[in-house]
């Protein structure tokens, strides 16, 4: 029975192929657009995931996300020093910064002011230059995406080139020199991230009170780190967030106040709906133009559940073929967006929701069909 209901579902190469169609354009959209969405709301925790060698951010008790920057006092630092179970704690910059093109446009820029001595945080991909280069004068690193793009150098003929080692930036007013490039990930917003000592970021910005936004934190060895941000917490007043924590409250911020997820949610549903509707007519239509097989098996003596183990079959083929048409369309339309802005990143949770969604257009589709070859006469393919 197996291989008569293989050749019912080839045996009609059109139809066959526009059920196919049906749940390839289903997965591919699903697994696509929910790829770019999953991609986006990485990008949110880009700064926290890349800095690997804290495992406790310290922040005003009223900062919401990564880019909600509230700045601490000075002394917060030495408060955070005396917690029992720290094992160091470093201050950290994070803010925008306006760097003057040669050309004379304005380019606003991520700048990150990291700890004169130890340099924590700063890029472990370095394409050329060192880290210990950041302590010479007016130093910087660039990020390899901002080094080629908002900040290539354009010259009178209208051609450019990647910002280089050795080239100086304006910094409100203040001279920087790329001393190294280094490949981070991207950004929400996609700005270039500049790198610096702590020191002479604060020099580079506008003078305020206030100018700390992190304290760093790694808890001695074997002491849990849950404890040690409650024991923060408790005696500084401020908020201590482990990186999944922190990682965890930015995304929610931008799922709470964005659009994102209803535009996303939209196309992902509309690819489940069309290919629910196509599936579902071209299977019906090719359960009907299969009709007389179907009443000539059970004229025959085949049994309701052989038929329908059948039709479950021809389902189940369809789904597993299209779902993998999908997602490997999917991840081809990824891999060929990888040097561009695209954001995307294709997980196995993602596929498996694709998955269940395109079992689900397949069970619909048969269940339809089901009905009408359960409910058939046997004779009335004599008539």
Known sequence: MIRVAMRMLVGDPAKFFGILLGV?????????????????????????????????????????FIDDVKPLQSTALQRVRGVE???????????????????????????YGLDDASLIGAPADLLEGRVEDLRQDGAVIVDEAGAVG???????????????????????????????????????????????????????????????SFVLVRAKAGVDVDRVCAAIERETGLAAYTKPEFQSLTVTYFLKNTGIPINFGIAVALGFLVGAIITGFMFYSFTLDNLRYFGTLKAMGTSDGT??????????????????LGVGLAALFGNSMGKTQLAFRLTWQL?????????????????????????????VVFK
């Not at 289903?26 to 995931?49: C, E, P, W, Y």
């Not at 094992?87 to 050309?103: H, N, Q």
């Not at 929400?188 to 003078?207: D, I, K």
């Open 150 to 212: 908002r900040l290539a150098r354009r010259s009178a003929d209208g051609t450019t080139r990647p910002l280089a080692m050795g080239d100086e930036l304006e910094l409100n007013d203040h001279r920087g020199r790329v001393v190294g490039v280094a490949r981070v990930s991207r950004t929400f917003q996609s700005q270039p991230n500049l790198y610096t000592l702590y020191s002479r970021a604060t020099r580079f910005v506008p003078g305020e009170r206030k100018l700390m």
């Open 307 to 324: 038929l329908l183990g059948m039709i479950l079959l021809q389902a189940g083929y369809v789904a597993v073929t299209g779902f993998g």
């Open 85 to 111: 179970g720290v094992d160091w704690a470093v201050p950290l910059y994070k803010g925008m910064i306006r760097v003057r093109l040669p050309s004379g446009q304005f380019v606003n820029c991520n700048l």
């Open 24 to 64: 390839t354009l289903a997965s591919m959209v699903i697994t696509q657009q929910g790829s770019i969405f999953v991609g986006l709301m990485s990008r949110t925790f880009a700064t926290i995931k890349d800095m690997a060698q804290p495992d406790i951010w310290v922040m005003d008790p009223k900062v919401q």
């Open 351 to 379: 596929s498996l929701v694709a998955a269940c969604a395109v079992a689900m257009i397949c069970a619909l589709a048969a269940l339809i069909s089901v009905r009408r070859v359960i409910s058939l006469e046997p004779g």
